[in-house]
């Protein structure tokens, strides 16, 4: 069976640009969470999804934000990129409350 | 809220030898608890879970944690380390009902083994 599928895997931007990043859950999943992760630092949590209603948010700005769609996917939008933005983003998929199992992530750089 | 401390940011064991990395966390309620495993440029695999009942919990790849209350911890053991269990690991606290959801992690620990 497929994992968590995220795409792109890796994306340069330059900042104040906007950026979409995609995930696709694992067949069956219908919460997507989304984490940041900063080079050498833990994943912060930034958002959850269920059933297309955001069920948490974390201490993030409002310049992201997501959505999830009726197939379950996601995606993640950040606007007016800053050089602090530079991470890799997982997203992770599972049930309500079950372990969430992680894509490979995307690594987004800001120049 | 809750936070998770790993204290061990480096730790170097031999081939063979024995392991515990240490987690610390702080949670007003019942903790639902995690350690991950990543490795270089790939994401995060489930290594075992704590949601409650017995306080040792089995994994994968040989793992076991043991959950203690009264000192707030949850410590990850192996007893033969082998070199592909060179990686970054991550104890993480979930959050109320959703309890594998909202992820709260520590900083990581990073495991190097020598041959």
């Known amino acids: ?111 | 809220a809750q936070s998770v401390t790993q204290p061990d940011i480096h730790i170097t064991v031999s081939e063979g030898a024995s392991l515990e990395l240490r987690c610390n966390y702080s949670y007003g309620a019942t903790p639902y608890l995690f350690w991950y495993v990543q490795s270089p440029g790939q994401g995060l695999q489930l290594l075992l879970k704590y949601f409650s009942g017995d306080t040792l919990v089995q994994g994968i790849k040989g793992f076991e944690a043991e959950f203690k209350r009264s000192q707030s911890s949850f410590n990850l053991r192996k007893p033969s380390v082998h070199w592909s269990d060179a990686a970054e690991y991550f104890c993480a606290v979930g959050r109320g009902h959703n309890a594998g959801n909202m992820l709260t992690f520590g900083g990581g620990t990073r495991l190097m083994v020598k041959p």
């Open chain 1, 1 to 111: 069976d497929a994992g968590v599928t995220q795409s792109p895997t890796h994306l340069i931007k330059t900042r104040g640009q906007h950026v979409t990043l995609r995930c696709s859950p694992i067949s069956g999943h219908k919460s997507v969470s989304w984490y940041q992760q900063v080079l050498g630092q833990g994943p912060q949590f930034i958002f959850q999804y269920y059933e297309k209603e955001e069920r948490g948010r974390g201490n993030f700005p409002d310049r992201f934000s997501a959505r999830q769609f009726p197939n379950y996917s996601s995606e993640l939008n950040v606007n007016a990129l800053l050089l602090g933005d530079s991470a890799l983003y997982l997203c992770a998929s599972g049930g309500l409350n079950q372990p969430q199992h992680f894509g490979d992530g995307t690594r987004l750089s800001i120049l």
